[in-house]
């Protein structure tokens, strides 16, 4: 079975500071990883994936994802933050293409001031 | 449709009533799955669809929960005999594949009083 680990459970960065969300996860076998975002009142969207190939990850609204296979981490970045990108953040797992259910970390309150 | 469509948006119900919360996932995805999203508890897996496979209702975390998908595309969750720890966040997702990314609905607010 897979489980994923958010570190952080809060945080907050200005306005057009870099952020980064770390994710670890665990896990047997090979995994697909996915990064979902949600806003105030609203569904889960997803930003980006990794099913295989390039290990750098570019995803919607300037966000990217580095895999990172020997440290079981799958981080978030982005360079610069907006106001928008208010919101809480999930990671999320998945492993082989047998498997569909997906495993939530905790999710991170990203909160951006001005 | 152009995205994953969920009803009621919100339902309030008072304890020991039934509920019905309905997705219309979209047009040719196959796959169906429930989550839910309590305050605190992050979100947990109810129920998966494939097809015309047998679903996988190893999530559902009591037998007064129940689910059916019809004709391979709409999807009911019902809760029997509601109880207030069932408050949560009932979100359904949808995918073309398994492993394709899920597109999400807005989810149904479920309050019991």
């Known amino acids: 079975a897979q489980s994923v680990t958010q570190l952080d459970s809060q945080v907050p960065v200005f306005e057009e500071a870099p952020v980064e969300l770390r994710c670890n996860y665990s896990?047997?076998?090979?995994?697909?990883l996915f990064w979902y975002v949600q806003y105030p009142n609203q569904g889960l969207q997803l930003l980006l994936k990794y099913l295989s190939g390039s290990t750098l990850v570019k995803g919607i609204n300037g966000f990217e994802a580095e895999f990172n296979k020997s440290q079981t981490s799958f981080h978030l970045r982005k360079p610069s933050v907006h106001i928008s990108d208010t919101a809480e953040y999930f990671c999320?797992?998945?492993?082989?293409?047998?498997?569909?259910?997906?495993?939530f970390g905790a999710g991170t309150t990203v909160t951006v001031r001005a | 449709g152009a995205g994953v469509s969920q009803s009621p948006s919100n339902k309030v119900t008072e304890k020991g009533k039934d509920v019905e919360l309905r997705c219309d996932p979209i047009?040719?995805?196959?796959?169906l799955y429930w989550y839910r999203q309590s305050l605190g508890q992050g979100l947990e897996f109810l129920i998966y669809?494939?097809?015309?496979?047998?679903?996988?209702k190893s999530g559902l975390p009591s037998d007064r929960f129940s689910a059916e998908r019809t004709g391979g595309s709409v999807s009911t969750l019902t809760i029997q005999r509601t109880q207030q720890e069932d408050s949560a966040v009932y979100l359904c997702?949808?995918?073309?594949?398994?492993?394709?990314?899920?597109?999400f609905g807005s989810g149904t607010r479920l309050t019991v009083v």
């Open positions: 669809f494939q097809g015309n496979s047998a679903p996988d």
């Open positions: 999320a797992v998945t492993s082989g293409s047998n498997d569909y259910k997906l495993s």
């Open positions: 896990s047997s076998v090979s995994v697909y």
């Open positions: 997702a949808s995918s073309f594949k398994a492993n394709y990314g899920y597109t």
């Open positions: 047009s040719g995805h196959t796959a």
